[in-house]
Nanobody, 129 residues
């Protein structure tokens, strides 16, 4: 089982940037996907970005494409979500997650929460206009 801890959330004005971090511990050599998800008040959790750790392939939600970048630092067992040009509608709790299930690239399914079995506690991001 992988333990995940997010950090880097906070409050920022529209147009600003934040970088979220996701530190992994435990059995970290057995997951193939890292995902970032978010949940705004009154809304369902949605996939934002997914990364296939073996190939480096990524997939993004249309709402963040070109603004957010998912990456990983294997040496530090840490994943990141760089968020630029933030908008008020990006306000949400952001979660990272990992999955050991799919060895190969699954494309857009990398944004499906059903793929992932380990989750962090989340970090709040608030974007003001």
């Amino acid at each position: 089982q992988v333990q995940l801890v997010e950090s880097g959330g906070g409050s920022v004005q529209a147009g600003g940037s934040l970088r979220l971090s996701c530190a992994a511990s435990g059995v970290t050599d057995e997951y193939y996907y890292i995902g970032w998800f978010r949940q705004a008040p009154g809304k369902e959790r949605e996939g934002v970005a997914g990364l296939h750790t073996r190939s480096g392939n990524t997939h993004y939600a249309d709402s963040v494409k070109g603004r957010f970048t998912i990456s990983q630092d294997n040496a530090k067992n840490t994943a990141y979500l760089q968020m630029n040009s933030l908008r008020p509608e990006d306000t949400a709790i952001y979660y990272c997650a990992t999955s050991p299930i799919y060895y190969t690239w699954i494309g857009p399914r990398a944004l499906s929460s059903t793929v992932y079995d380990s989750w962090g506690q989340g970090t709040q991001v608030t974007v003001s206009s």
